[in-house]
């Protein structure tokens, strides 16, 4: 991949994260990027539509034709329509955040979610990030299904991450990788506490496509005061059964069938 296309595609990322818009030097020092280099590629993605820049501040932000771009996909690969009505009952029942992610090559990316708390502590991160491997639930599911030694070498290539941005739990070593891992493996899905942010727990199980293959992750995320172990044991069969029921949606989804083909090219 060219210079050009990497640092076009680091500064729609950067934007994406930043609804409220980024000055010039603010993403030239974000992205390590020349000034002037900055400048010529906001330019060209302002001409192209991709990127808007506020008449008043001066600031870069994303435009809605970025937007429109990842959702006009989703809504054409059914995910909103296969997808979006199971999880929503799953977020009614449960009362917390449920969320869908799909595995994109050696990775795994959130594309779909329901908010079900309606009280106290609304936990909502942004959509579209790709999953931190070894700090998340979706992550130990994902890996639970490889081999010990597959399993880190997907992680080796991401990295186990800036430690300041997890929580406490949150594995630092491959020694409580591992452990984790087989933990989950054992257990049958993954649970986590204090591990992808101070004071949340979350549990996540696999969805697999018609080959057997691991195409996605559907997960339940919220404050660690409302989902506690024993809350946590009491919400696993529906989050099984929810698993078991995007299974056989995936069958009729584009993005499910992408995936599990993306899904027989690594270990699972």
Same mark, same amino acid.
């Given at each position: ?6 640092r076009s ?47 008043r ?7 809605? $034709? #970025?937007v ?11 995910v909103?329509? +296969? ?27 959130? *594309? ?12 909502? =991160? ?13 992550g ?13 070498q997907?992680v ?7 430690? $300041? ?8 070593? +491959? ?5 984790? +891992? ?6 049958g ?5 204090? *591990?992808?942010?101070?004071g949340m727990?979350?549990?996540a ?12 992750? *559907? +997960?339940?995320?919220? =404050?660690?005061?409302?989902? #506690? ?6 919400l696993? =069969?529906?989050?099984? #059964?929810? #698993? ?9 989804? =584009?993005?499910? $069938? ?11």
């Open positions: 991949m060219s210079n050009v296309v990497q595609f680091a500064l729609l990322e950067e934007l994406a994260s930043c609804p409220e818009g980024r000055s010039l030097s603010e993403l030239s020092s974000a992205l390590d990027i020349p000034l002037s280099a900055t400048h010529r590629l906001l330019t060209e993605l302002v001409e192209c539509g991709y990127v808007r820049r506020d008449e501040h001066g600031d870069f932000m994303l435009a809605m $034709k #970025a429109a771009l990842g959702l006009r996909y989703l809504s054409s690969s059914g909103s329509d +296969i997808a979006q009505p199971i999880l929503d009952r799953l977020a009614r029942h449960c009362n917390e955040l449920v969320r869908l992610a799909l595995v994109e090559g050696d990775s795994l990316v959130f *594309v779909a979610k329901s908010q079900g708390a309606v009280h106290g502590l609304r936990y909502d =991160p942004e959509m579209g990030q790709h999953v931190w491997l070894a700090s998340s639930a979706a130990l599911a994902w890996l639970s299904t490889m081999s010990d030694e597959e399993a880190l997907v080796a290539k991401q990295g186990f991450g800036d430690a $300041k941005s997890f929580g406490p739990a949150a594995p630092r070593s +491959i020694k409580s990788l591992l452990a984790q +891992i087989r933990a989950t493996r054992k257990r899905h993954a649970v986590t506490a204090d *591990v992808f942010a101070p727990s979350s549990m199980t696999v969805v697999r496509g018609a080959n057997g293959q691991v195409v996605g992750l *559907v +997960i339940i995320a919220g =404050p660690s005061s409302r989902l #506690a172990e024993e809350r946590l044991d009491a696993a =069969p529906v989050l099984k #059964a929810t #698993a078991d029921e995007l299974s056989h949606a995936s069958l009729i989804s =584009p993005m499910f $069938k992408a995936g599990a083909r993306q899904a027989g090219e690594v270990p699972a």
